[in-house]
């Protein structure tokens, strides 16, 4: 493979990584997929058992994007024969007043996003007093949400770039990037000495991205790697067919506390946690 042309060479095998190797395979490029470490590792921010998707934020550019995701979920699930995104409703949470949380709300109806409003007594009624929220807070439901099988996700996307013919790697760290000659196409070095040449290359690396981007052109790019904690609440026994998304409970966020507030609200408003 040392030496061989490549239209794309993606470097990091992620979500972000393994979703562009199987969009440029599907369009008939000659593709190179390369991980520092190996496949479905659990050292970047694409691995575990599930994380929410919403089309309801605060950003009015998100939507449009998030809906046309679903479109390419499910022509990859067709794609495959089985399933790793499974479509539920979706609950945005906070006080009434928020800027934030009025955001979400106005930047519903011009996605045709139908949206609820309700309050917290209508709140309590609707999930039936597993959620409960403070006083002069408001609560907005959507169908627009939805829970990703988040390895299987990333195993499925790589998977689909192999038979498009895709060529996947992993073990292999990329040292350094450059240009054959201006105007030319470039070439990517690996730490096994290894060489590899193509049209374009597209760097997916998250975590990484500050730190290979200055070692192979000495730009420092402002990017700041923030860890946040993942956090999984397990249905207790015999409700599984209230508290699911395939029975209908939703996802839920809240768009203007931190992190840890948020985490601390929710294990307060769900009774079976």
Request: hydrophobic share 40%; glycine share 10%; proline share 4%.
């Amino acid at each position: 493979m040392d030496g061989d042309g490549f239209d794309v060479i993606v470097v990091g095998a992620g979500i972000t990584g393994s979703c562009t190797a199987y969009e440029a395979a599907k369009r008939g490029r000659k593709v190179l997929l390369l991980e520092r470490f190996d496949f479905l590792h659990h050292l970047g921010s694409s691995h575990g058992e599930s994380r929410t998707i919403r089309a309801t934020y605060p950003e009015d550019y998100y939507a449009s994007m998030v809906l046309e995701s679903y479109r390419l979920w499910e022509e990859a699930q067709s794609e495959i024969g089985y399933r790793v995104h499974t479509r539920t409703s979706h609950f945005d949470m906070g006080p009434a007043a928020n800027k934030s949380l009025q955001c979400v709300i106005a930047n519903c109806e011009p996605n045709s996003i139908d949206a609820r409003i309700l309050d917290r007594n209508q709140i309590h009624d609707v999930f039936s007093g597993a959620i409960q929220l403070p006083e002069q807070w408001i609560g907005v439901v959507t169908d627009v949400g939805g829970v990703i099988k988040t390895t299987k996700a990333v195993a499925m996307f790589q998977a689909l770039a192999i038979v498009r013919g895709a060529v996947l790697r992993d073990h292999t760290e990329v040292k350094d990037i450059g240009r054959d000659e201006p105007g030319g196409g470039i070439w990517v070095a690996t730490a096994g000495g290894e060489r590899f040449r193509g049209r374009k290359c597209v760097l997916t690396v998250g975590a990484w991205m500050k730190k290979l981007v200055q070692a192979v052109s000495g730009l420092v790019l402002p990017i700041q790697p923030l860890l946040t904690t993942i956090c999984y609440w397990k249905i207790k026994e015999g409700y599984e067919d209230e508290f699911s998304p395939e029975a209908g409970f939703p996802t839920f966020a809240s768009t203007w506390m931190n992190p840890i507030l948020l985490i601390v609200s929710i294990s307060q408003f769900l009774y079976f946690i």
